[in-house]
């Protein structure tokens, strides 16, 4: 158990989203970075949609209230267990009446905060993610406050502590965040030059993002073919824009359905780098084909399967080892 | 009867004023002190700042801290926090931490980042705080 | 026009469209291929736009020229869905503070109040798609006569029960969310409860009747 002693209105709890009910207009929700949301479950050993807190605002402050494992992953945030700098990926024990603090947070934009079995929150509709808009799922359909006290889902293992490697959002030496995009039913649209511009030029984060969606802003893209499109389904990664010329990346708690032209639409793979992008951040977008997104796929799968093995093996021999 | 507190003073007293011998009486009882001449820095860095090596609990791959964990990076002659992380010994990306187990002053890191070690290797020698 | 064929809006997500007038016989054909669709291997979810289609796959799909293939196979068929003939009435308080575009819509559209509230309550409205949020239905049916533009300005967050037009669209929020849209009118109804089954209280080929329980002028 852990206590909410000071935190912005901004944490939610989540999991890896509520898939299945787009045909009812319930959007995915699920966690920004799914590949920090899944480390900080399997550096304790829990199944990688156990519900976690993302944290997307610090400072914080929380008090152990009773002896527990915990984990943290993600962003970097100078976290102190009694005033003991953690790594940004770790889980391990704590004692009753511990603080634990989250400073600034640097090089990424959420953190996630995992307890044994996941956080305790009632599964609704397949998922214990937190629907903002409609106000259910997650910790009673709400963001977390000053008070609230987060369960452990299942008892606390006795475990060593632990720690993993975990890549940050940008390539090696690189300045911008790039994210891989298939062209969408309206790029070809876009004037040459509005797309020259978005294939190759950096696009700036604004402070007008949220699990929403993110806004941008670069140079104007300028589509050449005018009228209102018919409203279709949208998906996180969708790149649409508005009549402004600035893009919009939606998100995990996009729409369902929308009207925007479209320019790009960001692979799966790599929607985790846009949950860790802050604003005034830059992403830069490399435009790929379908062959590739399928091999990115691929590539994902065997990242996260070795992350998830080399946990669980560590976490084996530790126990041989005590 | 003298308790540790009070040898320990007595010690104190007598590096202060460069005594090698000391004998005391008290209670029925002789104390005999003897200590080496003053001026040997190791025979100093012994008694006053014990040095304690810390050692690998696990093999595998040494990686130190302030990479990408977060974390500072730790130089020899740093000041160290008890239960402060130094580095890690990693295990295919999976980590484990290798801690101070007291305060004190970093006074070497053996190991190359990147350098295989094994069960009981010393990856760091620090000095305590007395 | 929307350019027909299959696009990426997601590596996993595409949309069908096809170049066709947008009424309710095309729509209940993209009701019937989303049925079709989603019993197709592969295919997570499929969900009907307005006149176009959404698809959900579990991974990048393999064979996206096959995929294209089938869905133009099935457009040509050209199989219709039925309405359901569910209707739901609904009541509505036209105008006062849960309606305060209402003098707006009159003022653009040339019409004074009573006449603006018998022609949307005149029709029924049959719910083409659901979508954007939860259990929010998109309506098809409203009378050209009360066109208007969306709004300059959006407001932040309007509350859910919300009765609003632009285009010539016509719908009832679902929850509070900002909007884009001429408010006219307030509803006390629950579109989406996540506890039943389904959470969605109404689906694509359900219809809607607003009846005026209460106007304020």
Not at chain 1, 13 to 26: A, K, N, S
Not at chain 1, 111 to 122: N, Q, R
Not at chain 3, 18 to 46: I, S, T
């Amino acid at each position: 158990m852990i206590d909410v002693v000071s935190l912005p209105p901004l944490a939610t709890v989540q999991d890896l989203g509520r898939v299945g009910h787009w045909r009812q207009g319930l959007g995915r929700a699920g966690a920004m970075d799914p590949l920090a949301h899944r480390a900080a479950n399997w550096l304790l050993g829990n199944h990688e949609n156990a519900a976690t807190l993302e944290i997307p605002l610090t400072p914080a402050r929380f008090v152990i209230a009773q002896d527990t494992v915990f984990s943290m992953a993600g962003a970097a945030c100078g976290a102190r267990l009694d005033g003991v700098a953690l790594p940004r990926c770790w889980a391990g024990p704590a004692k009753a009446g511990q603080e634990l603090t989250l400073g600034v947070m640097d090089g990424g934009a959420r953190v996630y905060l995992g307890l044994p079995g996941g956080i305790d929150v009632p599964m609704v509709l397949g998922s214990r993610s937190t629907q903002l808009r409609e106000g259910f799922g997650g910790f009673e359909g709400r963001v977390l406050m000053p008070g609230d006290r987060l369960r452990a889902a299942a008892p606390s293992p006795i475990m060593p502590e632990i720690s993993c490697a975990l890549p940050g959002p940008r390539p090696e030496g690189s300045d911008d965040i790039v994210l891989r995009v298939l062209p969408s039913s309206e790029t070809n649209e876009f004037s040459a030059q509005s797309r020259d511009a978005f294939f190759s030029d950096a696009y700036k984060v604004t402070p007008a993002s949220n699990r929403q969606g993110y806004r941008l802003d670069g140079p104007v893209l300028e589509r050449d073919a005018t009228g209102e499109l018919r409203s279709h389904g949208i998906a996180p990664g969708i790149v649409q824009v508005p009549g402004g010329g600035q893009p919009i990346i939606q998100l995990a708690d996009s729409a369902t359905m929308g009207g925007y032209p479209k320019i790009a639409c960001v692979i799966e793979p790599d929607l985790w780098r846009v949950g860790q992008a802050r604003p005034g951040d830059t992403l830069r977008f490399e435009l790929i084909d379908t062959a590739t997104a399928r091999a990115a796929e691929r590539e994902e799968a065997v990242t996260l399967n070795a992350l998830r093995s080399s946990l669980a093996h560590l976490g084996h021999l530790q126990k041989v080892w005590s | 009867m003298f308790s540790e507190a009070d040898m320990a003073r007595l010690i104190e007293v007598m590096r202060q004023t460069a005594t090698t011998h000391l004998t005391v009486e008290g209670a029925g009882e002789y104390l005999s002190l003897g200590l080496r001449p003053a001026g040997s820095a190791s025979a100093r860095a012994i008694s006053s700042a014990p040095v304690k090596m810390i050692k690998s609990s696990a093999l595998g791959v040494f990686i130190h801290c302030g990479g990408d964990d977060g974390l500072q990076k730790v130089e020899p002659g740093a000041r160290i926090s008890a239960r402060q992380v130094l580095g890690y010994v990693s295990l295919d990306g999976a980590r484990n931490p290798v801690r101070a187990s007291e305060a004190g002053v970093l006074k070497s890191s053996t190991p190359e980042e990147g350098q295989i070690v094994g069960y009981g290797d010393v990856l760091f020698e620090m000095e305590c705080d007395a | 026009m929307a350019e027909t064929g299959l696009f990426p809006i997601g590596s996993r997500c595409f949309l069908y469209q096809v170049d066709c007038p947008f009424d309710l016989n095309h729509q209940r054909r993209f009701w019937a291929m989303a049925d079709a669709m989603a019993e197709r291997d592969g295919v997570a979810e499929a969900v009907p736009g307005m006149t176009n289609l959404t698809l959900r796959f579990e991974k990048v799909p393999e064979d996206l020229d096959a995929l294209e293939r089938d869905l133009q196979r099935l457009w040509v068929e050209g199989r219709q869905k039925d309405l359901t003939g569910k209707i739901l009435e609904i009541d509505i308080t036209y105008g006062g503070s849960g309606g305060p575009h209402l003098r707006e819509v009159c003022d653009l559209t040339g019409l004074n109040i009573d006449e603006v509230i018998s022609l949307h309550t005149a029709p029924d409205y049959v719910v083409f798609a659901v979508g954007s949020h939860a259990g929010y239905c998109y309506l098809g049916g409203l009378d050209p006569r009360l066109e208007t533009p969306r709004r300059k300005v959006p407001l932040q967050s309007l509350p859910g029960g919300s009765l609003s037009v632009a285009g010539l669209q016509t719908g009832v929020s679902a929850s509070a969310g900002p909007s884009g849209w001429n408010t006219i009118g307030a509803a006390d109804v629950s579109f989406f409860d996540p506890l039943s089954v389904p959470a969605a209280l109404l689906m694509p080929g359900d219809s809607i009747r607003f009846r005026a329980a209460e106007v304020i002028a």
